[in-house]
């Protein structure tokens, strides 16, 4: 009996800016025909202070957005075709719902874009640094500086 090879598990965070779109590529190349991609966008959560009715206003705005958000992905055309999706969507901070998807998922690596904003945004924190700092297993931060130009249409942001 020949040893199976473990098909590899990817947990990306997905907001769809060109970074997350990058890192979206750069996971589905990592994970192969054989691997298994979970695509997580995670949203924020209205403050309770809102009260019911605005509340649950405001938070269902949010998940329409990122529900639109992950389906306008296209998954099955290349270059993203080839590993297994699963689709994740939940509310809270970026970086936890994204360790937290990974360790439940068992995931091999995160996949993460650097979305570079500025210095500003870097002391106040990022999720790529967040998650350098909470997660039990690797993180890839695609950074900036290798996403390019956009050419053709479907994903742009291919890692160089």
Request: hydrophobic share 45%.
């Amino acid at each position: 009996m020949a040893p199976t090879t473990p098909r590899p598990t990817i947990v990306v965070g997905y907001d769809g800016s060109d970074a997350s779109r990058a890192a979206l590529l750069f996971a589905a190349r990592q994970a192969g025909s054989e691997g298994r991609v979970f695509v997580v966008h995670a949203f924020e959560l209205p403050p309770d202070l809102l009260g019911s009715p605005n509340f649950e206003e405001v938070l269902s705005q949010r998940r329409d957005r990122g529900e639109a958000l992950l389906k306008e992905l296209p998954l099955d055309a290349e270059p993203l075709a080839g590993p297994a999706y699963e689709l994740e969507l939940i509310g809270g901070p970026a970086a936890e719902v994204i360790e937290r998807v990974a360790r439940v998922r068992g995931a091999d690596e995160i996949v993460v874009g650097a979305r570079g904003l500025g210095r500003l945004r870097a002391l106040l924190g990022s999720v790529s640094h967040e998650l350098l700092h909470i997660a039990d297993r690797p993180v890839v931060v695609i950074p900036t500086a290798a996403i390019q130009p956009e050419v053709g249409g479907s994903v742009s942001g291919e890692p160089a």
